[in-house]
Nanobody, 114 residues
């Protein structure tokens, strides 16, 4: 199983970024997939999840600003991040959960300047 995140970068406060998570080596359509983030010196925290049926759930801190979606034809999950704040600065990780277990990507850095 391989999980690869991309799309991070440097953006000003109020700006937008779209992260991508491409997964391979499993049956993507049955996977539950979450985005997590870890800021320097802090614990990794959950951001959002999209289930195999398309149900989405968000952390309160990003609700109304972030949107998670999936494209099973491309084996990819997206995280659209709008109205970014400096406190959104972190490494963002994708976590793919299938019957065989959970798999993490290497992360992608998001930096929001004030």
């Amino acid at each position: 199983v391989q999980v690869v995140e991309s799309g991070g970068g440097l953006v000003q406060a109020g700006g937008s970024l779209r992260l991508s998570c491409a997964a391979s080596g499993m049956t993507f359509s049955i996977a539950n997939i979450g985005w997590y983030r870890q800021a320097t010196g802090k614990q990794r925290e959950w951001v959002a999840t999209v289930s195999s049926t398309g149900t989405t759930v968000y952390a309160d801190s990003v609700k109304g600003r972030f949107t998670i979606s999936r494209d099973n034809a491309k084996n990819t999950v997206y995280l659209q991040m709008n109205s970014l704040k400096p406190e959104d600065t972190a490494i963002y990780y994708c976590h793919v959960v299938v019957y065989s277990g959970g798999y993490w990507g290497q992360g992608t850095q998001v930096t929001v300047s004030s």
